[in-house]
């Protein structure tokens, strides 16, 4: 599976962004997917993963609330819908790949995608 995450820019606090996850090759709708952000200086941290069919939804505490994980599996697809954005949201974002949701969480993963950078000023 190869991922390529889209949808960053320079916005400022309080807007709003949608991340994508564009995924090929075989089997996406079999595997989990889930978002990781990395800041300057900071280790990579988990921000939301979703089952493979879209039933279950985990979030890190920071995001919760703010933003919501979404998946189309006949298009390849997850979404990232980033609201109320603040400067501490400021990160590169990947997207990953696992067959077992649990392990997203866990910041492990299978398949890794190239990042998108979203900058929130204040």
């Known amino acids: 599976v190869q991922l390529q995450a889209s949808g960053g820019g320079l916005v400022q606090a309080g807007d709003s962004l949608r991340l994508s996850c564009a995924a090929s090759?075989?089997?996406?709708?079999?595997?989990?997917i889930g978002w990781f952000r990395q800041a300057p200086g900071k280790e990579r941290e988990f921000v939301a993963a979703?089952?493979?069919?879209?039933?279950?939804?985990y979030y890190a505490d920071s995001v919760k609330g703010r933003f919501t994980i979404s998946r189309d599996n006949a298009k390849n697809t997850v979404h990232l819908q980033m609201n109320s954005l603040g400067p501490e949201d400021t990160a590169v974002y990947y997207c990953?790949?696992?067959?077992?949701?649990?392990?997203?969480?866990?910041?492990?993963?299978?398949?890794w995608g190239q990042g998108t950078q979203v900058t929130v000023s204040s």
């Open positions: 990953a790949a696992d067959s077992i949701l649990s392990r997203l969480r866990s910041n492990k993963y299978t398949y």
């Open positions: 090759g075989r089997s996406f709708s079999s595997y989990a």
């Open positions: 979703i089952s493979w069919s879209g039933s279950t939804t």
